[in-house]
């Protein structure tokens, strides 16, 4: 399978796109349409692709790769933060002050 053709054997291709863009006139509505939509997911045989692919063109909306709007803006902070630690040098320890006696 190739890059771009892995949604075209995603678990939603047959499901109301609806259902991954939630849109509720209440809170409950909205919870149940995401708990939805993340079941699909979880038997999705391209989920990680799918959020890859998410994160990577950074969608905004909807319910991708199991994931909701809020998780993958902390999956790319948490992505972020630890290419920052990884472009750091080593640095050696700072010295220790030596105990009062």
């Not at 939509?37 to 045989?45: L, Q, V």
């Not at 799918?50 to 902070?77: F, M, N, P, S």
Request: with cysteine.
């Amino acid at each position: 399978m190739s890059e771009q053709d892995w949604h075209r054997h995603g678990a939603c291709r047959h499901c109301a796109p609806e259902l991954f863009f939630p849109i509720g006139t209440t809170a409950s509505d909205v919870v149940a349409d995401i708990e939805a939509a993340k079941a699909i997911c979880a038997t999705c045989p391209v989920q990680p692709e799918c959020l890859r692919y998410a994160v990577e063109t950074r969608q905004e909306y909807g319910i991708w790769g199991g994931t909701t709007e809020d998780e993958r803006r902390g999956l790319r902070k948490a992505m972020r933060a630890a290419e920052r630690r990884i472009e750091v040098p080593n640095r050696e320890p700072a010295p220790q002050a030596a105990p009062a006696l």
